[in-house]
T-cell receptor
Framework: DTEVTQTPKHLVMGMTNKKSLKCEQH?????MYWYKQKAKKPPELMFV???????INESVPSRFSPECPNSSLLNLHLHALQPEDSALYLC???????????????FGPGTRLTVT | GESVGLHLPTLSVQEGDNSIINCAYS??????FIWYKQESGKGPQFIIDIRSNMDKRQGQRVTVLLNKTVKHLSLQIAATQPGDSAVYFC????????????FGKGTSLLVTP
C-alpha cells in the first residue's frame, strides 16, 4: 500500500462552522505533513509531525489546529475560517525514520475546501 | 526567505519530443531536490529525487540533473507523451530545516499530438 488517503474530497463550510480534514497512510511512515495550495500556486507547508509530535508550525493561524492521534492518522481541525482560506489542503507522508535525513514525501489527493 | 523558482512558466512540446524543465534555487544549504508532477484535481505525484552528492539520476523516461555550482536543477522527460501533460514542481530541502520542502512556482507542460 503506497497510498495516502484524504477525506472528504470536497468541503464547503461557513465561517462559523467547525469541521475536520482527515488523512491516513499505512506505509509505516513516521512523518506527516499538511500543505495548503491555492489555485495555480505551489503547495505551502503548514505543519510537520514527526513520530506523532508537532515539529514544524509555519506560523499558521490558530483557526487551523492539527492533530496526530497515531502514526497512521493526521487531522486538521478547522474553526472560524475566512473565505481566503479556501484552497486545496494536501496531506503528505514520508518515511522520516531518522532526523536530519531526507526522504521523499508522498501526497494524498487533497481536500478542496471552500469557505463561504 | 530564499526561494526556488523556475525559468519557464509554460512549456509546449510535441508528442515524441524530449522535454526539459528547468529550476533555479538560491539556498546554498539545499542538499535534497525532488520533482513532482501534478495533474488537474490531483495531489502532487513523486517523480524523482536527487541528493547533493550526485549530479545526475535517471528513472524511467526521466532524468534529473543537478548543477550545484550555478544552483540549477533540470528534469528531462524522454519521448514525451500526452499523459505527461501536467504542472511540474521542483522542491528543495536542507538538513537544518529538517527537510521541510520549499516548492518552486511550477511549469505547466502541454504535450500536443
Amino acid at each position: 500500500d503506497t497510498e495516502v488517503t484524504q477525506t472528504p474530497k470536497h468541503l464547503v463550510m461557513g465561517m462559523t462552522n467547525k469541521k475536520s480534514l482527515k488523512c491516513e497512510q499505512h506505509m509505516g511512515h513516521r512523518a506527516m505533513y499538511w500543505y495548503k495550495q491555492k489555485a495555480k500556486k505551489p503547495p505551502e507547508l503548514m505543519f510537520v509531525y514527526s513520530y506523532e509530535k508537532l515539529s514544524i508550525n509555519e506560523s499558521v493561524p490558530s483557526r487551523f489546529s492539527p492533530e496526530c492521534p497515531n502514526s497512521s492518522l493526521l487531522n486538521l481541525h478547522l474553526h472560524a475560517l475566512q473565505p481566503e482560506d479556501s484552497a486545496l489542503y494536501l496531506c503528505a507522508s514520508s518515511q522520516g525514520a531518522q532526523p536530519k535525513v531526507a526522504y521523499e514525501q508522498y501526497f494524498g489527493p487533497g481536500t478542496r475546501l471552500t469557505v463561504t | 526567505g530564499e526561494s526556488v523558482g523556475l525559468h519557464l512558466p509554460t512549456l509546449s512540446v510535441q508528442e515524441g519530443d524530449n522535454s526539459i524543465i528547468n529550476c533555479a534555487y538560491s539556498n546554498s544549504a539545499s542538499d535534497y531536490f525532488i520533482w513532482y508532477k501534478q495533474e488537474s484535481g490531483k495531489g502532487p505525484q513523486f517523480i524523482i529525487d536527487i541528493r547533493s552528492n550526485m549530479d545526475k539520476r535517471q528513472g524511467q523516461r526521466v532524468t534529473v540533473l543537478l548543477n550545484k555550482t550555478v544552483k540549477h536543477l533540470s528534469l528531462q522527460i524522454a519521448a514525451t507523451q500526452p499523459g505527461d501533460s501536467a504542472v511540474y514542481f521542483c522542491a528543495e530541502g536542507d538538513r537544518d530545516s529538517g527537510y521541510a520542502l520549499n516548492f518552486g512556482k511550477g511549469t505547466s507542460l502541454l504535450v500536443t499530438p
